[in-house]
């Protein structure tokens, strides 16, 4: 499983006010987190999928760290509808300062 994990390569993308942070091979999505953009400093994670053969593997956790890394360097804020998103932003201090309630 370890080098199952060390191949995952997580991409981001966005177009008109819409985007998200995704792992793909062979051209088939098989996780994604995405958010809508709300204003130029501030978006909405709406939806975390991990398909089932990459569960376990921290997957969902490494896509809500690359939004975090982006919201930091792009000094945009992360709020969140979708329910693992929003529990990990809530409950994990390091996350603080780019979580807008």
């Not at 360097?73 to 994990?92: M, V």
Request: some cysteine; hydrophobic content about 40%.
């Amino acid at each position: 499983m370890a080098t199952e994990q060390h191949a995952i390569d997580i991409q981001h993308h966005e177009d008109a006010g819409r985007g998200g942070f995704y792992v793909e091979r062979e051209d088939v999505r098989l996780a994604e987190m995405t958010y809508s953009r709300v204003n130029e400093k501030l978006v909405i994670i709406d939806h975390t999928l991990v398909d089932e053969r990459l569960r376990g593997l921290g997957v969902a956790r490494r896509l809500l760290d690359s939004a975090v890394a982006w919201a930091r360097a792009s000094g945009t804020k992360l709020s969140a509808t979708c329910p693992y998103a929003k529990a990990q932003l809530e409950q994990d201090a390091s996350l603080q300062d780019v979580y807008e309630r």
